[in-house]
């Protein structure tokens, strides 16, 4: 995994994906008692790992590499659900009922999106997040379309075992390869996830309702002249809420089926033996670049100490394609030197051997023979 630059992903790193929502709103969580909590426990007690994610003994994900995924629609309830969040937000400001010594503690707790910022830092982390709740809105945004941005984890790779029961033990190791996850929505790749279902908040949203309406109605039938529409206009309104509360879970709840959908169907690269034999690959790729680009930049420029060819090939990479990178100059000159291309002189600088003896210390290639191999075929 470190060959192919693939991360454990920490706490720290869990933390910012999840401070956010994008486009699955409902809480995730994992069956703990599905994963077998042994296997992973025992490996990481014989090969310590720093930083390691308080889930370690139960599953791991590893990540690679940073992307962007935009998506442009109404959002028409969720921007609803953040107007009633921030007029409920003006009214207790308004009534001040928290007092400053509460607003004072608030203040020295510092709020997850501030938890953003300061990983953000990390430049292997730094990407902008636009959200419904960043944005102005109003009754004419309402029905416009809005364009919402997530960072992404270009690649992931989640392992784990699933637990096994009395009569069968299950000794399978689950190896899925995942690609252009938005970091919000982590969860769609968890093993073992429960079913989800309505949140404790939106139980208290339909007994607060039901209270109050009840509250409203015994109020209105004590009054000398009781008003009918008064009454059925208070009904009206509760069981609205309750219906409006209700049909934004079955709306989230189509949401998650879709984005579990898509990812096993679009985002799921390969499972099992695939995914190690893509690792292998892409380890065997990452070193054959890594050989190429230091061998390039030794012939174009000439001598160079090993600190110099670091930065400049860094700086060839830049130039190219736009990216910064830690270029592991230690590992592709030590191949280079193996292969005999390289050599070093007498104050430490390394220069490379020409092009067409490069060649000729190398000799014909696996893939050479099997392309000729290929081409003989056809040729008879």
Request: aromatic share 8%.
């Amino acid at each position: 995994m470190d060959k192919s630059n693939f991360k454990i992903a920490s706490d720290e790193e869990i933390d910012v994906a999840h401070s956010g929502q994008y486009l699955l709103n409902l809480p995730i969580s994992v069956d703990e008692s599905k994963l077998d909590k042994k296997l992973l426990k025992k490996y990481f007690a014989e090969h310590p790992h720093e930083s390691l994610p308080e889930f370690a003994d139960k599953y791991i994900i590893f990540r690679r590499g940073i992307g962007i995924d935009k998506t442009t629609d109404y959002f028409f309830l969720e921007k609803v659900d953040m107007i009633i969040s921030r007029i409920w937000g003006w009214i207790l400001r308004k009534t001040r009922l928290f007092s400053r010594r509460s607003s004072s503690r608030r203040q020295k707790n510092p709020k997850k999106d501030d938890g953003i910022n300061s990983e953000a830092e990390d430049q292997d982390l730094y990407v902008e997040r636009i959200r419904i709740e960043n944005m102005e809105l109003s009754l004419r945004s309402l029905m416009s379309k809005i364009t919402i941005q997530e960072p992404t984890f270009d690649r992931i790779i989640v392992v784990y075992r699933r637990a096994g029961t009395s009569a069968k033990s299950d000794r399978g190791i689950y190896v899925k390869h995942f690609r252009h996850i938005p970091m919000a929505d982590l969860e769609i790749v968890l093993p073992e996830k429960k079913n989800p279902s309505l949140t404790p908040m939106d139980w208290v949203k339909f007994l607060v309702s039901a209270i109050v309406g009840l509250v409203a109605v015994v109020s209105s039938l004590e009054l000398p002249k009781a008003d009918i529409w008064v009454m059925f206009a208070i009904l009206s309104t509760v069981i609205g809420y309750c219906a409006k509360t209700y049909f934004t879970f079955q709306q989230n709840m189509a949401t998650y089926q879709n984005l579990i959908t898509q990812s096993m169907y679009d985002k799921q690269l390969d499972s099992g033996r695939g995914t190690l034999l893509h690792l292998c690959d892409d380890v065997i790729q990452q070193e054959v670049k890594e050989v190429i680009i230091s061998f390039f930049i030794l012939m174009e420029q000439g001598k160079a100490t090993l600190e110099d060819l670091d930065l400049r090939c860094e700086e060839l990479l830049k130039e190219e394609f736009g990216v910064c990178c830690n270029f592991d100059v230690d590992d592709a000159v030590q191949k280079l030197d193996k292969l005999g291309i390289v050599a070093r002189d007498t104050i430490g600088r390394y220069y490379c051997v020409g092009l067409k003896r490069a060649n000729e210390i190398i000799g014909t290639t696996t893939e050479e023979l099997v392309l000729k191999a290929k081409q003989g075929a056809v040729s008879s």
